[in-house]
């Protein structure tokens, strides 16, 4: 009973980090790279409508490619896992003798004695379905994946980033000027990004304060660029 409460907690602490991986994914590009955008059209147009049909192109072309990236890249590591459980599988039926190694090494570098390594492989290597996830788990720290792991972080990456988004860019569908739509944007999206990089920070572990401003500042950097850049052209 114990044993099963404890992996439960294991298992939603684990996807509580994908999630938050997700979110941190999604968030920051989805807070900088509409931010920069809106911010140079800002320096080039005076008009908000074109701003705001640039950015709502931009956020939907972006959580797309985003949330296909992170599909992609769920799919890959399921289509690697699996093909290492084949070769695992391949491997115990024709060089039995060699996981029989493998797997008393690993046995004798966390301190066992001979004896207990031979009784500790004899058990394991009788389950051929627990040996290869023996061998998975321990051998190639590899932990199976959420099958439905790729279709989540796609929607968690690309709706992450349309939420992050709206930010920057919500100002210009209330105000007609761009400038002073800007000036809002800048306010609110600096806000937004000094809270996201201090709670991304805390959750990590790094000093949220100097996270906070880390990314605030490569925020506002890519806007200030983007602007600055509009503004050469068009004079």
């Not at 400038?179 to 949220?208: D, H, M, R, W």
């Not at 490569?218 to 050469?232: C, H, M, P, Q, T």
Request: proline share 3%.
């Amino acid at each position: 009973m114990d044993t099963h409460l404890h992996h439960d907690h294991i298992e939603n602490h684990l996807q509580s980090s994908e999630l938050l991986k997700d979110i941190v994914i999604g968030m920051s590009d989805g807070l900088t790279v509409p931010f920069a955008l809106a911010a140079g059209l800002s320096g080039a147009v005076s008009n908000t409508s074109i701003i705001v049909i640039a950015g709502i192109a931009e956020i939907a072309a972006g959580s797309i490619a985003m949330g296909l990236g992170g599909y992609l890249a769920g799919k890959t590591e399921q289509d690697h896992y699996n093909s290492e459980v084949k070769r695992e599988y391949d491997e115990i039926e024709n060089l039995r003798h060699k996981e029989i190694e493998e797997t008393k090494e690993f046995f004798a570098n966390i301190g066992l004695s001979e004896e207990i390594q031979n009784k500790a492989t004899e058990e394991i290597a009788q389950d051929k379905d627990r040996w290869v996830d023996f061998m998975m788990k321990y051998e190639l720290g590899l932990e199976k994946p959420d099958p439905k792991r790729a279709t989540k972080s796609a929607l968690n990456i690309g709706l992450s980033y349309i939420a992050g988004g709206i930010i920057p860019l919500s100002p210009y569908f209330f105000v007609d000027d761009s400038i002073e739509a800007l000036q809002i944007s800048v306010i609110a999206t600096i806000l937004c990004l000094f809270a996201f990089g201090y709670f991304k920070s805390k959750i990590t572990g790094i000093n949220p304060w100097k996270g906070a401003i880390r990314v605030t500042l490569i925020g506002a950097l890519a806007a200030g660029a983007a602007f600055g850049v509009a503004k050469l052209i068009g004079s």
